[in-house]
């Protein structure tokens, strides 16, 4: 059964920096499209970081210059780097994953597999 299992959220103050963890099983993530989204309550979920099976990456404009998506294949983990955080950043955040591209993008989050999230919260 394929899984992702997000860590490394938790409360920080503005200007701090956090690594997400996302940690895949039952699937390959060597050839998957992954990305980050968030999440906040009553709020459309945002695409904020992607990466495809080439490594290539995308950001949204939001997070663009301060968080870096990168994976290890070997190790089936995908990582977000946050860095700069304040406290627009405060959100669920959720990993993600497909083979197939055009659904899982920054824009369109229709992903295959998804995690459950984990909480990241930036006080002022």
């Known amino acids: 059964e394929a899984q992702l299992v997000e860590s490394g959220g938790g409360s920080v103050q503005a200007g701090g920096s956090l690594r997400l963890s996302c940690i895949a099983s039952?699937?390959?993530?060597?050839?998957?499209?992954m990305a980050w989204y968030r999440q906040v309550p009553g709020k459309a979920r945002e695409g904020i970081a992607s990466?495809?099976?080439?490594?290539?990456?995308t950001y949204a404009d939001s997070v663009k210059g301060r968080f870096t998506i990168y994976k290890d294949n070997a190790k089936k983990i995908l990582y977000l780097q946050m860095n700069t955080l304040n406290p627009e950043d405060t959100a669920m955040y959720y990993c993600?994953?497909?083979?197939?591209?055009?659904?899982?993008?920054?824009?369109?989050?229709?992903?295959?597999?998804w995690g459950r999230g984990t909480q990241v919260t930036v006080s002022s």
């Open positions: 039952g699937f390959r993530i060597d050839d998957a499209h």
């Open positions: 990466i495809d099976s080439e490594a290539g990456t």
């Open positions: 993600a994953a497909d083979y197939w591209r055009p659904r899982c993008t920054l824009q369109l989050p229709k992903c295959q597999y």
